[in-house]
């Protein structure tokens, strides 16, 4: 059974960092790719960022370039998304997801695209 699991959340400061991990559990696939979204209070959901195990390859969306990385543990089959220079306007429920397609599985732009797994979300909540 896949699952995942986000964690990390919490409240910070502005400039402040928080780690959030992603642990993948039930994960059997050759290739995936996990992808890290975020939804705000009466706005839609957005991708934020993005990484692929065919290629290695990251994605991240402007709004969180240069601040925020993603990593990936396969021992201990979790990913992770530092995020530093946090701002109020990152607060938002955090989800992370998957892609498993049959063959290999770069990120696609929008991130939503083709994911078949989701996590339950985990709040960051960024004070000014």
């Known amino acids: 059974d896949v699952q995942l699991q986000a964690s990390g959340g919490g409240l910070v400061h502005a400039g402040g960092s928080l780690r959030l991990s992603c642990a993948l559990s039930?994960?059997?696939?050759?290739?995936?790719?996990i992808g890290w979204f975020r939804q705000a209070p009466g706005k839609e959901r957005e991708g934020v960022s993005c990484?692929?195990?065919?290629?290695?390859?990251?994605y991240y969306a402007d709004s969180v370039k240069r601040r925020f990385t993603m990593s990936n543990d396969n021992a201990k089959n979790t990913v992770y998304l530092q995020m530093n220079s946090l701002k109020p306007e990152d607060t938002a429920v955090y989800y992370c997801?998957?892609?498993?397609?049959?063959?290999?599985?770069?990120?696609?732009?929008?991130?939503?695209?083709?994911?078949?797994?989701w996590g339950k979300g985990t709040q960051v909540t960024v004070s000014s």
């Open positions: 990484i692929s195990s065919s290629n290695r390859s990251t």
């Open positions: 997801a998957a892609r498993t397609p049959s063959g290999m599985a770069p990120c696609l732009v929008p991130l939503r695209i083709g994911m078949d797994y």
């Open positions: 039930g994960f059997t696939f050759d290739h995936y790719a």
